[in-house]
């Protein structure tokens, strides 16, 4: 079985994320950029289920600049077999992308599709779902525990009553979330070998893809910043402020 | 378990700052065919980089001349020097001491420097590694320097391997180079071991912080440089401030304080801060904000101070020795021409051994020669250090004498014998509020579930002799608060270090008045995570 592993460029966890000076969008020049975290638990379920020997091959697939192709390095470091980058620098959706990663399906046929459940830039929670619906084959969102038996899948998804395990058949689309497993760390080596890895780089425009309409954020504001607060000496106190301020 | 790598290069690099990418890249240059890697402990190539910083270009020129046409992040060309003594409430503007005069330089993030500079070094196929430390010298049986270990991954707090253990590689190579900046941990080692500081004036240290602020639109003229001594130290203590206006209404502003200063209450950090709020930057400041923040140590020692560079097998380079020429407060310009002029020696003698007799022949050395007394002139306080720097610039540094450095950890008075100097500091109202806040703009990240990488051989000693004779001074040198004293329920006293708020500055292994605590590398890619410092 071969498995695709999506993987996203996206500004580092650890970045404090600054609003850009003309207000449209956020800084991005001397920014720490890494993988999407939940897409390193992607690739590293990827690399579990062939070192168990249930898939033959992993592919790394990515959509962005041509930058990315350092994100792809980084999954081909983990262990992925070899990497696809579906070049585009338009503004993408989530509706977008899951036309683009059917397009790279279609061609190569995979077993599973993992994504990471969301990308933390944007945070939507979208991709895997609408990539599902568009392949015509079920989804399992949310998952903490995979395994693979012969045509199915049996996916523990955290939902908000707690865990449920649904069987799907394969092939299927599951999205990770952060229990799922701890990635690896790369090894010294193992970089060396990737970069003799095969990385193909695809332009979105050849892809054949419907139009999709496009979302445009004209304006991003930080939060308020909260206020110092008073202090209270005492109940009666703290109930004159609030009806002062009109809180109750 | 899994096995230890080993592999082989031709040259290793310990430290991706401008010392050893300048190494590696002229070493393949002229070496097209030679394999070099470059280690970093930074997540990313320019992470843990800090300083001021005003870049004398002409090394770099040299080096990588297209440089002018990729022109790093933050570039600004000096423009107008200015050079104060500062009061509580004011300024005095003094004559700029020739040795600040900045006509030809840039203002620049040396962080994003090296990012570049990295770059052009993997183009000339030269392995960089970010998010890997060199944790250890390796030797072979002659006692010569075969490599460098590089430090384990995923081992947990109490020193078990976890899922996810991963052992460091070892690297061999035919040449190691230590480029590890100010106070390097495989240099301390290598210094010790070899022995390589005999002879010579112990090495004396500064602590720096910085800070980059977005301003209201109008205030900056780009380009503008001033530095300011005074107060809010005291004329005993010897150190001073920056102030870089860059352009998009931005500065850099900072403040170093001499690690040699002996008043055991003392706060580097507070004194910064106090700094901040001195009414020429208040002006300046009011209103603005925070983008990133850090702190990092800086080489004082100069020439007398500096130690044999080479040994079996391998070099110190840049500030692991300490070629910062300090009275121009410019290491960059040195660690490059230091980090070439190695990999000449290393192409041309095949051999480390002459390096030391090499850079003491060159330009580099003569630079160093001539402010050699300047910074110990301060030892006797401000104004007899005016004076000295005063003689050495008129004579050029040619009278026939070469004042001596003493080392930091010994400076401290003990507090029975001190009381508090009056620094006429104020109730300041800028921020960062205290030195956790601070921290948050170094955008720090360890793993929290790693070994302690702030060795304290002996926390028994924190509690029976420190407290006594110096009050724990590591709660106040430390800028991110890593040394706390708590008590426990039971009321008694225990250090608590908080390592994963570490950035990596090194003031500790260098202050500690009883030279206890040694600074390791955590685990490859922790640390502060530096924007356009
Ligand atoms: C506050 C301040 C202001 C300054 N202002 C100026 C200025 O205006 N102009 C100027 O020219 N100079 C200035 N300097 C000095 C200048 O920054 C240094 O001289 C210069 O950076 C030295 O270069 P280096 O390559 O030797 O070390 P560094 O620049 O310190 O680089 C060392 C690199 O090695 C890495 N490293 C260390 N140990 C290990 C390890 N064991 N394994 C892997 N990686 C490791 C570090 O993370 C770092 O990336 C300033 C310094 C400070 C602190």
């Known amino acids: 079985m071969k498995i695709i592993a999506c993987v996203k460029r996206v500004i580092d966890y650890n970045v404090r994320v600054q609003i850009n000076r003309d ?73 977008g992308a899951a036309h683009i990663l059917l397009r790279i399906i279609e061609k190569e046929q995979p077993g599973l599709v993992i994504l990471g459940k969301q990308a933390i830039d944007d945070d939507r929670n979208q991709t895997g779902q609408m990539l599902a619906a568009l392949w015509g084959r079920p989804q399992a969102t949310f998952a903490s525990a995979l395994e693979i038996n012969g045509e199915k899948a049996s996916v523990t998804r955290e939902i908000d009553a707690g865990m449920e395990t649904i069987e799907v058949d394969l092939p299927a689309v599951v999205t990770t979330d952060l229990r799922l497993n701890e990635p690896r760390f790369v090894k010294m080596p193992d970089i060396m070998k990737a970069k003799r890895k095969t990385l193909d780089v695809i332009a979105a425009a050849s892809l054949d893809l419907p139009s999709i309409p496009n979302v445009v954020t004209s304006n991003f504001s930080p939060p308020p910043t909260r206020e110092a607060g008073i202090k209270v000496e005492s109940v009666e106190q703290l109930v004159d402020v609030m009806k002062t301020r009109g809180l109750i | ?124 196929e030269i392995d960089v590694f970010p998010g890997f430390a060199g944790a250890t010298a390796l030797f072979n049986d002659a006692d010569e320097v075969i490599g460098v270990r590089c430090g384990d991954m995923g081992v947990n707090k109490a020193g078990e391997h976890g899922p996810a253990y991963a052992p460091g590689v070892d690297i061999h190579a035919k040449f190691t180079v230590l480029s590890e900046g100010c106070r390097g941990s495989i240099s301390k080692q290598l210094i010790r071991k070899y022995q390589l500081d005999t002879g010579k004036s112990p090495q004396t240290y500064g602590l720096g912080f910085k800070e980059l602020w977005q301003l209201p639109a109008g205030r900056t003229r780009p380009g503008t440089i001033q530095h300011t001594i005074g107060w809010p130290l005291d004329s005993k203590t010897y150190g001073g401030s920056f102030l870089y206006e860059l352009d998009d209404d931005r500065v850099y502003i900072g403040f170093v304080t001499g690690l040699d200063y002996a008043d055991p209450n003392f706060s580097p950090f507070e004194a910064f801060q106090q700094f901040k709020n001195h009414p020429i930057n208040k002006k300046l400041l009011d209103g603005g904000e925070i983008l990133s923040a850090g702190a990092r140590t800086i080489v004082e020692g100069g020439l007398q101070s500096l130690p044999t560079m080479d040994m079996p097998g391998a070099l110190l380079a840049g500030d692991s020795a300490g070629t910062i020429n300090v009275t121009k407060i410019k290491g960059i310009h040195m660690a490059i021409g230091t980090g070439m002029l190695a990999a000449e020696h290393l192409s041309e003698a095949a051999t480390t051994s002459g390096f030391d007799a090499r850079w003491r022949a060159s330009k580099l050395n003569a630079e160093l020669h001539k402010v050699r007394n300047i910074r110990p002139g301060f030892n006797k306080g401000l104004w007899r250090g005016l004076l000295t720097a005063v003689i050495e610039t008129v004579t050029l540094g040619k009278l026939p004498r070469t004042l001596q450095n003493h080392a930091d950890h010994n400076s401290l008075t003990k507090l029975a014998e001190h009381s508090d100097p009056d620094y006429q500091w104020v109730e300041r109202q800028l921020p960062p509020r205290d030195r956790l806040a601070s921290v948050y703009f170094a955008s720090n990240a360890h793993e929290e579930d790693q070994p302690v990488h702030l060795k304290v051989a002996d926390t028994d000693l924190c509690i029976s002799k420190c407290t006594v004779e110096y009050g724990n001074p590591c709660t106040r040198f430390c800028p991110a608060g890593v040394y706390e004293i708590v008590e426990d329920a039971d009321g008694a006293r225990r250090l608590q270090i908080n390592s994963s708020n570490c950035v990596h500055c090194k003031a500790c292994d260098i202050k500690d008045p009883y030279e206890q605590i040694n600074w390791v590398t955590p685990e490859g890619g922790s640390g502060p995570n530096y924007q356009n410092l």
């Not at chain 2, 104060?84 to 005095?92: H, I």
């Open chain 1, 23 to 95: 207000g449209d969008g956020v800084v991005t020049d001397g920014v720490k950029m890494s993988m999407n975290p939940f897409d390193e638990i992607a690739v590293e379920e990827g690399l579990r289920l062939k070192e168990k020997g249930v898939a033959t091959e992993l592919i790394a697939v990515s959509i962005g600049g041509s930058e990315s192709q350092q994100q792809l390095r980084t999954a081909l470091a983990m262990g992925a077999d070899r990497a696809i980058l579906v070049e585009n620098d338009a503004p993408l959706i989530p509706l």
């Open chain 2, 1 to 124: 378990m899994s096995e230890r790598d080993v592999m082989e290069y031709d040259l290793v690099v310990v430290g991706a700052g401008p010392a050893g990418l300048s190494t590696a890249i002229r070493y393949k240059q002229l070496n097209p065919e030679a394999t070099v890697c470059v280690l970093e402990k930074a997540s990313e190539i320019g992470a843990h980089i800090l300083s001021g910083a005003v870049m004398e270009p002409g090394y770099l020129d040299t080096l990588l001349p297209e440089w002018r046409e990729h022109k790093p992040a933050i570039c600004v060309a000096a423009q107008k020097d200015r050079f104060a003594w500062l009061t509580q409430t004011r300024a005095y503007r003094l004559p700029t001491p020739p040795q600040q005069k900045n006509h030809g330089n840039y203002i620049i993030s040396l962080g994003s420097l090296c990012k570049w500079m990295a770059e052009k070094a993997e183009e000339l």
